[in-house]
């Protein structure tokens, strides 16, 4: 469950299958000063899926573009040659997504809910499904069968309404898992494998691969068709499910590959062994000190298990795979199972972090190619088959997905910074000589914008901790930046509370437009962020309000003295999610130096927090236990006892919260506790409420408000 800043390629989905009906294109905005503005950022256009044909000379992608007057998206598709220009294929006023190739010259796509077939050069279009239904699809490699996920009934956390009542809107609750992230659980979705025909049409009914199981494949509530994949030979079926329900699965993160046959329809399970019991635990207490973790869990996979991959060849399947249950957090390893010996083996054991991507190479020695955090920064690196590590780019950028080229020779994967939005890059890679390593950019959809725009700089800073450890933090400096003047400055504070502080682009928490504004942007990758060994992650977990908020203070404390740019007496403290608890906590300890605060979809009252969320395991993992346990474990009591609503005695600085009502990972009440106490207090407050959105914000005029919001709230305390 990380309070996670959503990444700029989930963002960019949106509510892309909802919002269909206006023509939006690309946006030819005029800048006349130089300046990012709330509008500007809106009129990007956001790179999102996409496929290298079969013979690799050709590359469909997919962009979304946003109207602010319409509040309306759509998903356009673009095909270009690897060497050459791209050329538009969507033409209607319907979005058109998940782009991917049956063939050389046949691109399949989904629009309104069914499948469509056109040629390469956008020709030749045909429906291929008529059910409105599809969620997400994966054509065979022989092309004769394909993937589709639907979503079938679920009653097993709420009771059917009633066939005389059908326009009640109440619902009877009878287990847990009953909504998750934005939503409650009435459907789940399912994979169903069909048979193609003449023209790739869907030929019959399908086969539900799960039927008869109350379980979801995809996993909520993000998982996509990532998380399956066919064999080679087109025979089998891997797929990501956590087979649990109710109870068992608000308090688990224990997730399997399994591997299924589509001739004899039968399933087996790759993760455990047949004899496999899980433990009894206490689904109120960490499962950190239960006998679940009893030293067999990589031998059981016990944690996370995800995104399975065949090799080329057929004979191995890698995933993503967590040590531990009930930690969201882990690090993220690459397990690679071997389907003629049974053999597991964990590649990734000397990188001390997580991967986030990867894929297979296409040569014989079964390289794999992935994307790992390390000091603040998303790049490449190459395993083997014996785990010898290669890091084929060292940049200040973020590396946010990859693909294998069916040369064999080149990758292409999407990239950004701070400074500038997702494009698709060709890399040649190079394992002998990594600095040899060639990396060319394919598409340049925000040019036309970024051109006109003064860009801001950035800068890496080390520092010592209170406990003697060396912190990165980067700084991010207003563009046509004076060393002679002084800046208002602020905190930036990072949700998860374990996602790194590398360098994305949010079109939410931007700080290209931040530092637009004239702000010097603090961003600190204090303890509990990836990319600096496990045992940096781990420090946070039990212990929110102890070394990571010195952390803060120690990033914020040597800007201000050391940098002489920076105005000490114009300090804000800004963030999300956890980063929002961040804000509610420094609120309370922070002796002035803050002149405001801004708190977006964070944790105010961990005991009812508790309570409130869905994800119960995160809540289990990051405070030790409930709270109402006696006696309490030493870090519960710590947790419980420093939550930021026992510390408002000590708010004495204005603050914005803000919230979104259909977040269900952290409640928009927890913000309205927040305001409401700043205003019992008598503490200058503001408090912007959400009522259709969840823990981000998607809609574009919503977007913009929050934005302006934002800029001026602090504009009124530090400027």
């Known amino acids: 469950m990380k309070f996670i800043i959503a990444a700029s390629l989930l963002m960019m989905a949106g509510n892309a299958k909802c919002e269909e009906s206006v023509k939006i294109g690309k946006q030819n905005v005029s800048v006349t000063d130089g300046r990012m503005t709330p509008e500007v950022l809106w009129a990007m256009g956001r790179i999102g899926g996409y496929a290298a044909s079969p013979d ?10 946003y109207s602010v007057k319409a509040n309306k998206s759509q998903q356009k598709l673009f095909i270009r040659p690897v060497k050459g220009e791209p050329q538009l294929l969507t033409t209607g006023g319907k979005s058109e997504t998940d782009p991917q190739w049956i063939d050389n010259e046949t691109i399949a796509f989904t629009t309104g809910g069914d499948i469509w077939a056109m040629k390469a050069d956008g020709t030749g279009r045909r429906q291929l499904t008529k059910s409105g239904d599809v969620e997400g699809f994966k054509f065979s490699p022989d092309g004769k069968k394909v993937i589709i996920i639907k979503s079938i009934p679920y009653t097993g956390s ?20 009953y909504r998750h992230w934005d939503h409650y659980v009435e459907t789940i979705p399912h994979p169903f494998v069909y048979n193609v025909g003449d023209g790739f049409a869907v030929a019959d009914n399908g086969k539900d691969i799960l039927e008869g199981e109350p379980y979801e494949c995809p996993m909520e509530p993000f998982g996509g068709v990532e998380q399956l994949a066919w064999s080679p030979d087109s025979k089998q079926i891997a797929y990501t499910c956590r087979k649990k329900t109710g109870v068992q699965y608000s308090i688990s993160t224990d997730s399997d590959i399994y591997l299924y046959d589509v001739a004899t ?13 899980a433990p009894e635990v206490d689904v109120t207490r960490t499962l950190r000190n239960q006998a679940v973790n009893d030293g067999d ?20 399947i890698a995933w993503l795979s967590m040590e531990r ?51 603040a920064t998303e790049n490449l690196y190459a395993i083997g088959t014996k785990g010898e590590l290669v890091q084929l780019t060292e940049t200040w950028t973020d590396y946010g997905s990859l693909q294998m080229m069916n040369d064999g020779q080149h990758l292409l994967a999407e990239r950004h910074c701070y400074t500038a939005p997702a494009d698709l890059y060709l890399v040649t890679p190079n394992t002998k000589k990594p600095a040899k390593t060639v990396v060319e950019q394919l598409t340049f959809e925000n040019k036309h914008i970024l051109d006109q725009l003064d860009k801001p700089s950035v800068q890496q800073r080390w520092v010592t901790t209170t406990d003697g450890k060396k912190m990165l933090y980067w700084v991010v400096l207003p563009p046509n930046f004076d060393e002679t003047k002084k800046y208002p400055t602020l905190l930036f504070c990072e949700g998860g509370p374990q996602s790194p502080v590398s360098q994305f682009w949010s079109y939410r928490w931007n700080f290209f437009i931040m530092a637009s504004q004239g702000y010097v942007i603090v961003a600190p990758n204090r ?34 003295t050391n940098l002489p740019y920076v105005d000490k007496d114009k300090l804000a403290a800004v963030g999300a999610s956890f980063g929002g608890f961040s804000v509610y906590y420094l609120a309370g300890i922070h002796e002035k130096r803050f002149k405001c605060f801004i708190a977006h979809d964070g944790a105010f009252n961990l005991a009812s927090m508790y309570l409130e969320t869905e994800e119960n395991w995160f809540s289990n ?34 603050i914005l919260c803000i919230h979104g009502e259909k977040d269900y990972r952290i409640c928009y009440t927890q913000g309205m506790q927040a305001f409401n106490a700043a205003r019992m207090k008598g503490i200058e407050a503001e408090l912007l409420l959400f009522p259709d959105e969840n823990h981000w914000v998607l809609k574009p005029q919503n977007g913009i408000l929050w934005q302006r919001t934002y800029f001026d709230w602090l504009a009124r305390w530090l400027k």
């Not at 690799?56 to 573009?65: A, N, R």
């Not at 600096?532 to 952390?551: A, H, N, P, R, V």
């Not at 993992?621 to 006892?641: F, S």
């Open 325 to 375: 249950d009930g930690y969201e957090s882990d690090r993220q390893r690459l397990c690679r199972y071997d389907l003629q010996t049974g053999e597991k083996k964990y590649l990734t054991e000397a990188f001390d972090s997580s991967v986030d991507d990867f894929c297979w190479s296409d040569n014989k020695d079964a390289q794999i190619y992935f994307i790992g955090v390390w000091h």
């Open 621 to 654: 993992w990051e405070y030790d236990e409930a709270y109402w346990h006696r006696p309490q474990m030493p870090n519960a009591k710590k947790t419980y006892h420093d939550s930021p609503h026992k510390m408002v005695e000590n708010w004495d600085t204005p």
């Open 527 to 560: 303890r509990g962020l990836p990319g600096f060994g496990q045992e940096w992650l781990e420090e946070i977990s039990g212990d929110w309000t102890g070394q990571c908020m010195k952390d803060y203070l120690t990033a914020i404390d040597d800007a201000a």
């Open 56 to 65: 690799g000379t050709k590359i469909v992608y997919q962009v979304g573009y």
């Open 297 to 316: 869990n990589l031998k059981n996979n016990v944690g996370y298990d995800q995104n399975p991959q065949f090799s080329p060849d057929g004979r191995y």
């Open 158 to 177: 709420i009771k059917a309404k009633p066939d005389d009542l059908p326009q009640t809107t109440g619902r009877v609750v009878t287990d847990l898992m």
């Open 265 to 277: 329809k039968t399933t087996r399970n790759l993760c455990k062994p047949a004899d496999y019991e």
